[in-house]
């Protein structure tokens, strides 16, 4: 009989531009034994538009995780002390919940978020795209962010301030999670 303990699943959750993949791949890097995995590396089916689903009620079982589960349930039976996860949603979907230990949101204001979002995706585009980006954004965009201050932040383990050093909210979450 194998007496060994599987790996405990963290996830990462925030906004868009509010640091999960940054500190995701910094936990990583601190934690022995542990592998990596980002929400955006895989392609969902369920959810075509963010601002629709927002309106139709932001239902999170509407997403079909089953890709990320199903690498997370492999990972889980290798010997490994930590799974990281940099996923948005901490425990708003049943199947996903099943399969992580600990969530950390890291609380980031919107306008820091949106800055980080605009440089990181949008360094080489036009005036006008920026723009129409922002217009958007303005329009219907910031109801998707704030889906996830209302309905994720309070879901999640911890919510952690994401205007502190990466180092320090790193060090809250090993704390959290009682790495030594």
């Given amino acids: 009989m194998n007496n060994r ?3 405990q699943v963290i996830a990462i959750a925030g906004v868009s531009g509010g640091g999960k993949t940054t500190i995701a791949k910094y936990l990583h890097r601190k934690l022995k034994n542990s592998r990596i995995l980002f929400f955006d590396d895989y392609d969902f089916d369920g959810v ?7 309106n139709k009620g932001a239902d999170y079982e509407s997403w079909d995780l089953s890709p990320l589960i199903k690498d997370v349930d492999k990972l889980r039976h290798e010997p490994l002390n930590y799974i990281v996860l940099d996923y948005p949603f901490a425990y708003k979907n049943a199947k996903m919940s099943d399969v992580i230990d600990f969530t950390m949101f890291i609380d980031t204001p919107l306008d820091v ?3 980080r979002r605009m440089l990181r995706d949008f360094k080489s585009s036009s005036t006008a795209t920026i723009m129409s980006e922002m217009e958007n954004y303005i329009s219907q965009g910031r109801m998707g962010y704030m889906e996830m201050l209302k309905s994720v932040k309070p879901n999640s ?7 502190l050093s990466v180092s320090e909210i790193t060090d809250k979450i090993m704390e959290a ?3 030594g």
Wanted: charge should be negative; charged fraction near 30%.
């Fill in 5 to 7: 303990m599987k790996p």
């Fill in 48 to 54: 075509d538009d963010i601002i629709d689903w927002v």
């Fill in 113 to 115: 978020a949106m800055a």
């Fill in 157 to 163: 383990d911890v919510v952690v301030d994401g205007m």
């Fill in 177 to 179: 999670i009682k790495v």
